[in-house]
């Protein structure tokens, strides 16, 4: 593509050579896994190229050809009555037309489980991440166009406890911090708890009723808080095929002191259609608070996701997604669609090759909001 792209063509050669030394290794090289004490660990490395047609997510955006070279550590530990799972992950990202935008991005989850006694236990899990793009399409809805960096952590804490043959309790706790480097965004906190009472009616039939409390607070700025009453059912119809309901409503005071009651609303139909492929369709509405501004979005969204082993060394995935958000004062309103196919192909034992194509489009009606995107990407990636 001369005169097209400058400099491509010598960044391809380089990359095709690059690629080509790691596959090398890949097919030659044994994998090894690591124990210190009850800890196991494993080593991972991968390269990938993707081509992005919007690496800004804006109307008008920039192509560019990124390579990403990626590390990354797990950790694992599992006893008589607990067990504990560490990942961590560091990319580095290469610009071929627009080296500004090189980064770093990390991110470390961690989990544990404790069973207190033969009837409860507990659950903590913590998510970390540093990143320059939304990572879902749930998080591209309602997003503030452009790139920019963000640090985000989630902490969830459950704590679960049967309390009779039919009857089980929940305790729940949620944290989010999402911190911009966006001068225009606020940081933004927020803090939920809760609990839910579920009864067995059968093995296949489970209902409960749950009450949330939640808090979001923006520095600088002003706070909104909920409280969110609800029930739901979880029903089996056979035992691969199950529903998921919830609803109710959730009492919200505003930022601007306003008070609102808004009905709610998530189900999802899961098919474990065999062991190696399964499906299922979700929907959700509901007003809530965003991390992005100071407003209540109301939004639905229907997505659909299937995986599926093809063959014995080849595994599909592929997702659907439309949302569409209004924030609540100021009107804006955004209609999502996305779609992920990927497939993963087992070279050996311990290395994979990996190819995807996502699609985003989201139309506003705030033209400046509005953008297409188009991402194709290979890699390969193995675990020593």
């Given amino acids: 593509m001369p005169g097209l792209l400058p400099g491509f063509s010598t960044y391809m050669k380089t990359l095709l050579l690059l690629l080509l030394v790691i596959s090398l290794i890949a097919l030659s090289t044994p994998a090894f896994a690591y124990k210190v004490g009850n800890l196991d660990f494993n080593v991972r490395a991968s390269a990938s190229e993707r081509y992005d047609s919007n690496i800004n997510y804006a109307n008008g955006g920039k ?6 070279l990626a590390g990354g550590l797990d950790a694992s530990y599992e006893g ?16 071929a037309l627009n080296p500004k935008f090189d980064n770093l991005s990390e991110d470390i989850s961690f989990k544990y489980m404790q069973d207190l006694s033969k009837i409860d236990g507990i659950v903590i899990k913590d998510v970390l991440e540093h990143t320059y793009e939304p990572r879902s399409f749930e998080d591209a809805l309602g997003r503030t166009t452009g790139r920019y ?8 804490v459950d704590y679960n406890r049967e309390l009779s043959k039919q009857f089980s309790m929940a305790l729940r706790y949620f944290g989010q911090i999402d911190i911009f480097s966006l001068s ?18 059968n093995s296949q039939s489970i209902i409960f009723a749950s009450y949330d409390f939640i808090v979001r607070k923006f520095s600088p700025g002003s706070d909104a808080t909920t409280n969110r009453v609800g029930g739901g059912a979880r029903q089996y119809f056979t035992d691969q095929l199950y529903f998921d309901v919830s609803g109710g409503a959730d009492f919200i005071d505003d930022y601007d002191n306003s008070r609102s009651t808004n009905p709610y609303v998530i189900a999802t139909i899961t098919d474990d259609i065999t062991e190696k492929t399964t499906v299922n369709a979700s929907f959700r509405k509901e ?6 501004s100071q407003d209540m979005y109301n939004y639905w969204e229907i997505s659909g996701v299937a995986t599926s082993r093809i063959l014995k060394r080849l ?19 955004d209609d999502l669609f996305g779609l992920n196919a990927g497939a993963t192909y087992e070279m050996t034992k311990y290395f ?7 699609y ?3 139309i506003s009606d705030v033209d400046a909001r509005s953008y297409n995107k188009n991402v194709v990407k290979f890699s390969l990636a193995g675990k020593f």
């Fill in 80 to 95: 008589h009555t607990s067990s504990m799972a560490l990942t961590g992950n560091i990319d580095q990202d290469i610009f």
């Fill in 315 to 333: 595994d599909g995935s592929c997702r659907v997604f439309y949302g569409r958000g209004e924030y609540v004062n100021s009107g804006t309103t």
């Fill in 287 to 292: 007003v809530y608070t965003v991390p992005y």
């Fill in 184 to 201: 225009t965004l606020s940081d933004s906190y927020l803090n939920q708890g809760g609990g839910e009472l579920s009864y067995y009616l």
């Fill in 63 to 68: 192509s560019d050809y990124i390579t990403t």
């Fill in 149 to 156: 960096s963000y640090f985000r952590n989630r902490l969830n």
């Fill in 352 to 358: 994979n090759f990996n190819a995807s194509y996502s």
């Fill in 360 to 362: 985003y489009s989201d």
